[in-house]
């Protein structure tokens, strides 16, 4: 009989210890210092094509990490950067993806009406090591394609900082 209340007693404890590990999980974000480094990259691919563009850079949670505006982007282009950054992460998929699959007529077109949403190109997922870390966000350039290689760009440059 001891032995039988030790095996029961010992799969509670298995059980307890099995459910606290699974009660509570770990992510990772991208420090103010890489995301700072991932906009200067794409400001500046940006303005070297004579794009004046604001850069955003959101963590996991869509939280704007960083902004920047090149002195003559237009004055929407920071809430639109901001925003399509956060539709990247929110919809784990490139606004430029999400212009394509949200067209009037097709099965996800009311996804347009979420607010925040930016069915434009510009917008990327940042991942690292499988995991994804946040967004970036380009406004400003002439069409969605020319945000999108400045948001590349802006990737490239913490790619190996990020890759664990």
């Known amino acids: 009989m001891n032995k039988t209340i030790l095996a029961v007693l ?34 500046e691919s940006c303005r070297k094509q004579g794009y004046q563009v604001a850069v955003a850079i959101v ?20 809430k639109v950067a901001a925003n399509k950054a956060w539709t990247a992460v929110s919809f784990r998929t490139s606004t430029l993806t999400m212009a394509h699959e949200t067209q009037a007529g097709k099965p996800m077109s009311g996804i347009r009406n979420v607010p925040r949403f ?14 994804l870390l946040g967004g970036i966000g380009v406004s400003g350039a002439p069409g969605g394609e020319a945000d999108e290689a400045c948001a590349k760009v802006g990737i490239k440059a913490i790619t190996e900082a990020i890759e664990f």
Request: charged letters at 15%; a neutral charge; glycine letters at 12%.
């Open 10 to 43: 010992s799969l509670f404890a298995f059980s307890a210890t099995s459910f606290a590990q699974e009660a509570v999980f770990q992510t990772k974000s991208l420090t103010p210092e890489t995301a700072l480094v991932a906009a200067k990259a794409a400001l």
């Open 118 to 131: 930016i069915a434009a190109g510009g917008g990327l997922m940042i991942e690292g090591g499988g995991s």
């Open 59 to 78: 963590d996991r949670a869509g939280l704007t990490q960083v902004l920047l505006r090149d002195r003559f982007a237009g004055p929407h282009t920071p």
